[in-house]
């Protein structure tokens, strides 16, 4: 059954150094979503990306914060300077054609540490 | 504010019995509702989504939707030990907001052998 994968599961840094975060979604999906979650809280919509380009995005996502589809299977999320806050498990989801039901895959996350 | 309620739990059930998960949400928009499972440390696990207004089984899980009074659940039935896990409610407003999804804070289900 075709999955969502997402590197590396555990990612560890220091504040105000740059980290990339990746995902692959289900080859045949168009719209793609990352998410976070807090140790503890909610699950957090970040953003939403369609035809190579953002559709939706939280008060979360500032401007620390980008994506990108570099190639035709990678999907990735881009923090600049990680602040303490940041650290949470971050998962990327991917959703079909628009025509078809609107349900969401989720990866099975990173836990990113920021010390 | 879109806003996704549910009682944190624990809910504390003897196995073989009925689970019962409620949900409330706020914006009358939204159009699509999903349960998700979340084991400690995973990532949320597509159980079933809802559209329209009533009931939905799959297997052992039932989802209602009531659009008027804002609320979804989830009846787990004969419920094992093995669904012991948080179980989150969340919302969709469709495709012209980007499909994006407001979950609950969950609720954590215990089930006892």
């Known amino acids: 059954e075709p999955e969502v994968t997402q590197t590396p599961s555990h990612q560890v840094t220091q504040m105000g150094q740059e980290v990339i975060l990746r995902c692959v979604p289900i080859?045949?999906?168009?719209?793609f979503y990352w998410y976070r979650q807090i140790l503890g809280q909610k699950v957090e919509f970040l953003v939403s990306?369609?035809?190579?380009?953002?559709?939706?995005k939280s008060e979360i996502f500032d401007d620390q914060f980008s994506v990108e589809r570099p190639d035709g299977s990678n999907f990735t999320l881009k923090i600049r300077s990680t602040k303490l806050e940041d650290s949470a498990m971050y998962f990327c989801?991917?959703?079909?054609?628009?025509?078809?039901?609107?349900?969401?895959?989720f990866g099975p996350g990173t836990r990113l540490t920021v010390l | 504010q879109k806003e996704v309620e549910q009682n944190s739990g624990p809910l504390s059930v003897p196995e073989g019995a009925i689970a019962s998960l409620n949900c409330t949400y706020s914006?009358?928009?939204?159009?699509?509702f999903f349960w998700y499972r979340q084991y400690s440390g995973k990532s949320p696990e597509l159980i079933m989504f809802?559209?329209?207004?009533g009931d939905k089984e799959d297997g052992r899980f039932t989802a209602q939707l009531n659009k008027a009074s804002q609320y979804v659940s989830l009846l787990i039935r004969d419920s094992q030990p093995s669904d012991s896990a948080t179980y989150l409610c969340?919302?969709?407003?469709?495709?012209?907001?980007?499909?994006?999804?407001?979950f609950g804070g969950g609720t954590r289900l215990m089930v006892k052998p």
């Open positions: 989801a991917s959703l079909g054609a628009h025509w078809g039901p609107d349900t969401q895959y």
């Open positions: 080859s045949n999906h168009l719209y």
């Open positions: 990306f369609y035809n190579n380009e953002i559709s939706e």
């Open positions: 914006d009358r928009g939204s159009q699509s």
């Open positions: 809802i559209y329209s207004n």
């Open positions: 969340a919302v969709n407003m469709g495709w012209n907001a980007g499909n994006m999804l407001t």
